[in-house]
């Protein structure tokens, strides 16, 4: 590939996660595949939340899936020039996240001009018993 | 009954008490609570106040360095989930059923967050909690939460400190 191709979405995903301390603080990364994209959160031992169960942190789970939904929605809307702006979230907490990778995938529910709705799942083991899954709001124009 | 976590305790021996005799260890005893940084400064029945300091390592926009929403999340979980325990007559543990976070307005940069928590009912199997994220005071609020929270097992007094919310 040359050299001078400009940023493609994903190079710009990435660079994103990079950039943001928290996100390095938390550890995550993003593998993109086109318009998709899975979010990886290796398991290390500050992410714990419960000492006795070696559980992760229920925060800490809620950071990963709002950047992962941020992520999404970043990576399909071209006129965005920095990430959108979250307005609220609703986190579910289904099953406990134990010592192990936690991985994510956010699917845009509605894209509207202004704001959009965004489910965003993280799992363990098997992705069809998720364990923790966020809906969210974000602002996509206008600001 | 010793199954109801809102009737008096076998022990003699409140979660308050304990909490407020522990106030550091409440977030202290959980890892990544360390690791933020956060702290409970104040509890009463079912109400706490707690602080988030400002690091560089929490910021979400490095254009701003205003704290990354994330770091709310788990703040806000701690805090209602230590209002919760706060609330009950017996020690249990508490699990987040659900969370939601309303973001009112961004935080300013480089500045320490404070936190205020509620547990504004207790039934036997659950607590429903509200909690503000504000600079001053909660009229200027950053952002609001809501949660519910699982009643679950029996917590021995020794593990107290343990505010986790899991």
Redesign the interface.
Known sequence: MPSDTPPSRADEVAAFIARTPFAQELGMHCEVMGDEMTAVLPFQDKLIGNVAIRAIHGGAIGAFLEITAMAQVFLVTEHLTRPPRPINLTIDYLRQAHAKHLYARATITKMGRRMCSVQAVAWQDEKSKPVTILMAHFMVGGD | MSDDPTSAPESGVLPLRLMQENLDMISG????????GFRMTRVEKGHVWGVQPWK???????DTGV?????L???L??LCGTAAGSAMEQLRYV?????????MRPAEPRRDILGEAECYHVTRSICFTRAWAFHETRDKVIATAAGAFAITKPRAPS?MG?S???
């Open positions: 005893v959980i890892p990544w609570g360390r690791r933020l560089e390592r929490l910021v979400g926009d490095p704290i990354h929403g994330g770091v999340t788990a703040f979980d701690n699990a987040t059923l659900d969370l939601r976070i309303d973001y593990t343990a986790d919310a899991e």
